[in-house]
């Protein structure tokens, strides 16, 4: 049985800058004709990672880094003291070298007369394979590594993070993992287009010898939106990147728990826009990920006695219905974690919890889909 678990939530920012394009302005999408503020799945992924990392175990998390030969290196030297860094730095190479990844010399950064060797791209590592990589380099010695040695330090032992978001290693494809988890760009529920703030910022010298004018000019652009987000956990995936379905049922729910928490950190000091979503539905399929995009294709406005925040609950609501209704796909559970206006259009499609129902819900839901 395939087992699907899809997240929802509208979720809305006052004036801020999350996530920016190129020139610095928030970046936007067009949807229904019409553009609206656009956050993008790689800014979330990332919030959501760096989110796992205030409660789950350091041994649970990846790191992506092109240096991570580097760390690897520097485990040997803290775990073996005795071990010349040189020496460490070799036997690294030589464990690449066998997994046909290909390392490059690093420019040295100032103060340094030699770098380590890095990749050539970002490497996603887990904790558990640097650690393992660390201990069997220096188990082994001067002996030549195979590629099945390689392949047994860096092919197990997968991190939540990678078994979610799913790695890439361009050279040796070999060590690629689908991801299991998939992440929309959140997307604005109605029109909105950039605004520009104008700042000055005083020269607190010259202020005291009470002379006038700005030490500094300058403009920052904002958007203010209710967001649309929506992410899909790819269960069975998910359970075998991971190597067991009760890991699988932990790192669902833990991900559930970081989608709400988390906050792409862009500009966060300038506008401190630490809203929490108003609305979250989360449901548990035995086919195929839905999402709800299409409820927002003619932008939500604002109606007298109804603000757009309830606008947008109701046309979500009857957006899941319909389609329901049309396709048969109604979830084997769902439940609606919101704010007392915004949960009654869900009244007669799901349970309404507190954050930790939610949690504890879904854990137990999946943990008795996977016995059956």
Known sequence: MSITVDFHALHTLPPSNINRDDTGAPKSGLFGGVVRQRVS??????????????????????VRSKRTPQLIAERMTNLAPELDPAEAKARVDALFKAAKIKLHDEKPQDGEETAGKVTGYLLFLSEQQISRAAEF???????????READAILDAS???????FGRMVADAPDYNVDAAVQVAHALGVH????????????????????????????TVQMMSS???????????????????????????????????????????????????????????????AVSLVNAFETPVDAAPGNSRRQAAAEALAAEASQIEAMYGLAPAASWILAQDNLASPFAEQATRVNFDGLLEQLSQRLTEMTRD
């Open 41 to 62: 799945s790689q800014a979330w992924k990332r919030a959501i990672r760096k989110d796992f990392e205030t409660y789950l175990d350091h041994s649970q998390l990846g």
């Open 137 to 147: 380099l220096i188990e082994n010695g001067h002996e030549k590594v195979s590629k």
């Open 158 to 164: 997968h991190s939540v993070d990678i078994a979610m």
């Open 191 to 218: 029109e909105s287009e950039p605004e520009f703030d104008f700042f000055t910022a005083v020269d607190d010298v010259v202020e005291d010898a009470e002379e006038t004018g700005a030490g500094m000019l300058g």
């Open 226 to 288: 209710t967001l649309y987000r929506f992410a899909s956990i790819d269960f069975e995936s998910l359970a075998k990147n991971l190597g067991s379905r009760e890991a699988a049922v932990e790192a669902a729910t833990a991900f559930a728990k970081s989608f709400v928490r988390s906050l792409p950190t862009g500009k966060l000091n300038t506008f401190a826009n630490w809203t929490m979503p108003e609305l979250v539905y989360v449901t548990v399929r035995d086919d195929r």
